[in-house]
């Protein structure tokens, strides 16, 4: 058996071993679904009011302006994303999801966090 061969055989081994230890991400939690569903949709749509609701103080501190320069780059592009939870990160308190954004029309991906702490959203990053 080749060198290469052997190396394969362990890759493929220690991705199983991985995959039923949990080491990939399951599924996330209702509330952070909701959470990341809503405010796409709010880009989408262009509804500041929904994007905001579930927001900490701080997080209202988002103008309407600039909801709006988010919406007119990204809102026409989310109606073809494709989201895909990849996992859970506990960051000063917050519990932070992260989100794959990918595009039936191609394209780069998009990382998406979600931040939520107490049942308030904290911060909503698109990169």
């Not at 579930?54 to 988010?70: C, N």
Request: with cysteine.
């Amino acid at each position: 058996m080749n060198i290469l061969r052997i190396r394969r055989t362990c890759i493929v081994a220690a991705l199983v071993v991985a995959s039923a230890s949990g080491l990939f991400a399951g599924e996330p939690d209702k509330e952070d679904a909701a959470f990341s569903g809503k405010l796409l949709s709010a880009i989408q749509n262009s509804d500041y009011d929904g994007f905001v609701a579930d927001g900490t103080e701080a997080f209202h501190g988002l103008t309407k302006p600039q909801f709006d320069a988010v919406c007119k780059a990204l809102g026409p592009k989310l109606k073809t994303a494709h989201v895909t939870y990849l996992g859970e990160l506990n960051q000063h308190g917050f519990r932070v999801t992260l989100w794959k954004l990918s595009f039936s029309g191609g394209g780069d991906d998009l990382l998406a966090t979600l931040s939520v702490k107490d049942g308030k959203v904290g911060g909503f990053w698109i990169k």
